[in-house]
């Protein structure tokens, strides 16, 4: 196992639904450690940096438009294998896919509403953490 950290988002529509308790709660019980923790109303510029790599796809600005339509809670989540691990807890992308059991799975309904982000990668958490928690960037 290797400690690492990622970047979790509980998006608008999580804060929206009261749902930020329960993401935290889950992120605590598994056992890893919430570093930071912000709420917060993307700005345009942000978001469109956050989704850089999603620029030419067609559905870019609806995800832009959708994470800076209300304030989300960002993290910085530490522990063995966080990526990973988080994104099992977060579960498929697509909450039909999704695990019963894992955040999507229990919570969302449809895919570009479905409550958190979480980073792919390493590559994708350090890129995502500095945009998000600058000093929090590992290396």
Do not use: W
């Not at 229990?106 to 958190?116: K, L, R, S």
Request: hydrophobic share 40%; glycine share 12%; with cysteine.
């Amino acid at each position: 196992m290797a400690a690492e950290q990622t970047l979790i988002l509980v998006k608008p529509d999580g804060v929206a639904r009261g749902l930020v308790g329960e993401v935290v709660s889950r992120i605590e019980r598994k056992g890893y450690t919430i570093e930071a923790l912000e709420l917060r109303t993307l700005e345009r510029e942000t978001a469109e940096e956050h989704y850089g790599e999603h620029v030419d796809k067609p559905f870019f600005g609806e995800l832009v438009d959708f994470i800076t339509s209300g304030p989300l809670v960002a993290m910085c989540v530490s522990g063995d294998d966080a990526i990973v691990g988080m994104r099992t807890i977060m579960g498929a992308t697509n909450p039909i896919e999704a695990t019963p059991g894992s955040i999507r799975g229990d919570f969302a309904t449809v895919i570009g509403e479905n409550i958190v982000h979480g980073s792919d990668s390493t590559e994708s958490a350090t890129r995502e953490l500095g945009i998000f928690f600058p000093d929090r960037v590992p290396g």
